[in-house]
């Protein structure tokens, strides 16, 4: 039996107007759930229920959609990344950094539990998880409760630099038609998987690490499953002119030239478009190109602002009507604290506080993230959407005065509010605890895969250098303090 829900007198819900388009704010409100959808929003529900939960000091918001994030390696660079990169390529953390690292295989699992509840407890309840493909990863997301998109990233080589200012790349073919052929079943496998929450994304990794065929089978594979393909591009300096001097074309221009920028892209990162000021190559119009395409871009602001780089800028991206989502990316996994400085670097960046609007983020983070996905019944609160919401607690300190309740939950409380998450019609954190992850368990196994990680960062190093000596920490040890007088 299906059972009815029904969560009463809500101070505030942010509600979908499909006639405007818009979210709005309806107050004193009921949000009334069937099973997983959602039939009723709007002040006086009279019909029948079979529960009713008080809303009173409550706002119900919408599901974030995270359109971009890596849980199964980005928790173990914790204390690592944060503000470290290759001075002479690009500021970057890719090169040098992240292949020595990032996690064993066998440690992802732990890695992944404890995103996931990072992410839930931050309202996210839908993720488009870009990992490799690996036994049991299908069957965890779904036991998490999550709403999960699988990208199986799958690549024919990869990069590496000999001496920290080249980057060089080494080619597998038969390694990329492996890989191919593993994510491609683990994306049939997640498409018929029986909990329904569990769907997929094609995902070829980097620009520079396939080549065309191999983009333009997986845009053939993307088509014929009827979902979006994903790949990092524009995220990096090095990348835009190893582009540029492999095929005299920009990133933008060459996904054009091979037929992939188009409706069933979405680009993860879209930063270095050719009049961006670390760029300065006026010699196309890529920003065009990409409006002019239908492609979607999946915004990431953490891991780019820590050294030093920036979308310009979200208000112009969503103002020319390209699509944008947000992602985390990176570690910690928390959607609130990506809407916050998806807003702040767009302003700084610009110098211009309309360019990165509360809006723009809460929206890319809502319904964009749901265009991406396709899914026009997530990312919003209707009649007909998904069960998929947050209760905020109103009477939380930091969210007082809840003059404006969401700029309340942005700028000031962030996860710290949101006490109740639900996904698919189940409550999956509970007075901000995670029901459905043994999160020390997860932390415990974490903690060790880092810990052997990096005991042998020294074998993979072009220079032989230790964690410590790449990512030095904030402060140096020493056994005592010099005494400053006598002890008597």
């Not at 191999?214 to 009827?226: G, I, L, M, P, T």
């Not at 959607?335 to 702040?344: K, N, P």
């Not at 749901?370 to 009649?383: F, N």
């Not at 919401?389 to 700028?411: C, G, K, N, T």
Request: hydrophobic share 40%; aromatic share 8%; charged share 25%.
């Amino acid at each position: 039996m299906t059972r009815t829900t029904r969560i009463a007198g809500l101070d505030h819900v942010v509600a979908w107007d499909e006639a405007e388009q818009r979210h709005v704010y309806l107050d004193d409100s009921d949000l009334v759930f069937r099973g997983n959808e959602v039939i009723h929003v709007g002040p006086a529900y009279t019909g029948p229920v079979d529960a009713t939960i008080e809303g009173a000091g409550f706002m119900a918001i919408p599901g974030f959609v995270n359109v971009h994030s890596h849980p199964f390696s980005e928790p173990a660079n914790k204390g690592l990344t944060e503000e470290y990169g290759s001075d002479k390529l690009g500021q970057s953390s890719l090169y040098e950094y992240l292949p020595v690292f990032g996690l064993d295989p066998e440690d992802a699992g732990p890695s992944t539990m404890v995103a996931m509840s990072e992410l839930l407890k931050s309202g996210v309840t839908t993720i488009s998880d870009l990992s490799m493909s690996r036994d049991g990863w299908v069957d965890d997301l779904a036991a998490i409760g999550i709403r999960a998109v699988v990208c199986p990233m799958m690549r024919q080589g990869h990069w590496y630099t000999k001496n920290g200012h080249t980057v060089e790349y080494a080619w597998d073919e038969k390694a990329g038609e492996k890989a191919f052929a593993a994510a491609m079943k683990t994306i049939d496998e997640a498409m018929k998987h029986p909990s329904g929450r569990i769907s997929a994304m094609v995902g070829p990794s980097q620009i520079d690490t396939c080549g065309e065929g191999y983009f333009k089978e997986a845009h053939q594979e993307a088509r014929r499953r009827n979902i979006p393909m994903q790949t990092h591009a524009c995220q990096a300096v090095v990348e835009f002119y190893e582009m540029v001097h492999r095929h005299g074309k920009t990133p933008i221009e060459w996904l054009d030239s091979i037929g992939v920028l188009g409706p069933d892209l979405v680009i993860g990162h879209g930063i270095f478009l050719n009049d961006h000021p670390q760029i300065h190559y006026p010699h196309t119009n890529d920003f065009e190109r990409l409006r002019d395409s239908g492609a979607a871009v999946a915004h990431c602001p953490t891991v780019f602002a820590r050294r030093g780089m920036v979308l310009n800028s979200i208000g112009r991206y969503m103002n020319a009507g390209i699509t944008v989502g947000i992602g985390t990316d990176t570690f910690p996994h928390n959607m609130v604290d990506e809407i916050r400085l998806a807003c702040y670097v767009a302003r700084v960046f610009t110098s211009n506080y309309k360019m990165g609007t509360t809006r723009h983020a809460f929206e890319a983070a809502t319904i964009g993230g749901a265009r991406i996905l396709r899914r026009p019944d997530l990312g919003r609160l209707a009649p007909g959407s998904k069960a998929d919401f947050s209760l905020v607690d109103l009477d939380h300190p930091y969210m007082q005065p809840a003059h404006e309740p969401v700029r309340s939950l942005i700028y000031s409380a962030s996860e710290r509010a949101i006490r109740h998450v639900y996904v698919d019609g189940v409550q999956v954190v509970k007075d901000g605890k995670v029901l459905t992850v043994d999160v020390e368990a997860a932390t415990a196994g974490l903690i060790e895969g880092q810990r052997k990680r990096l005991a042998t960062v020294s074998k993979r190093d072009w220079a032989g250098r230790t964690a410590e000596q790449l990512a030095p920490p904030v402060y140096g040890k020493k056994d005592r303090l010099p005494q400053s007088r006598p002890v008597t």
